[in-house]
């Protein structure tokens, strides 16, 4: 099955820096790859996701890339901001038609104000 | 808004007891899953289920059972809980066809 990598566990930046947390798949047929963040005493919500025929997604503060050759995707936060501060998990499925999502260990973003 | 919402935020139960977790979604979704998240562990599958009256096992469903007799309902049941069943349970569902899952705030269950 799938196995899904992802480093740091956690991660402490000061606000205003950026912050990236890397995934890896394990799976060649896997082809989406959703971000989702996890508020505390929330359950995790899809903040950006990627799909193998692109490259690099970018949604305002937030970017996610993708190397399929290497099978490995990480998220960008840009201008850090206390309320970035949460539980990042990446996970990988084979889309739409896999219920399946394998997701990552998770990293647990401090931003420092 | 897509609403997934679960019965309890917090359960205490005893070892051996029979525990109920419910989870109900308000926009029709065909599939609903219940994962279990433990630190370190990232996210498991226990149980999924395609529609109505319909469940798959996912990776960890020693110790698990579902009902689904509803569209809108997903149940989990731990015929038997155990220690090793403390922690937090995690509702999500999604339109058949699409890759996103909507996930409930959880149900943190310690079993003593």
């Known amino acids: 099955g799938e196995n899904v990598e992802q480093h740091p566990s956690t991660l402490s930046v000061q606000e205003g820096d950026s912050a990236v947390i890397k995934c890896t798949y394990s799976?060649?047929?896997?082809?989406?790859f959703p971000w989702y963040k996890q508020e505390l005493g929330k359950g995790p919500q899809l903040i950006i996701d990627?799909?193998?025929?692109?490259g690099e997604k970018k949604d305002q503060r937030i970017a996610v890339t993708l190397n399929k050759t290497a099978k490995h995707f990480s998220l960008h936060i840009t201008e850090t901001q206390p309320e970035d501060s949460a539980v990042y998990f990446c996970?990988?499925?084979?889309?739409?038609?896999?219920?399946?999502?394998?997701f990552g260990a998770g990293t647990t973003v401090t931003v420092r104000a | 808004d897509v609403k997934v919402t679960q019965s309890s935020r917090y359960l205490v139960k005893r070892t051996g007891e029979k525990v109920f977790l419910e989870c109900v979604q308000d926009?029709?979704?065909?599939?609903m899953f219940w994962y279990r998240q433990d630190p370190g562990l990232g996210l498991r599958l226990i149980y999924f289920?395609?529609?109505?009256?319909?469940?798959e096992k996912g990776d960890i469903p020693e110790g698990y059972s579902v009902s689904r007799e509803k569209k809108e309902r997903f149940s989990l049941i731990l015929e038997s809980a155990s220690t090793n069943q403390t922690s937090m349970y995690l509702c999500?569902?999604?339109?058949?066809?699409?890759?996103?899952?909507?996930f409930g705030p959880g149900t943190r269950l310690l079993v003593l």
């Open positions: 289920s395609y529609d109505v009256k319909m469940k």
């Open positions: 990627i799909r193998s025929n692109v």
């Open positions: 999500a569902s999604r339109l058949a066809g699409r890759e996103t899952q909507y």
């Open positions: 926009m029709d979704h065909e599939n």
């Open positions: 799976d060649s047929a896997s082809n989406y």
């Open positions: 996970a990988a499925s084979k889309g739409s038609n896999d219920y399946k999502l394998s």
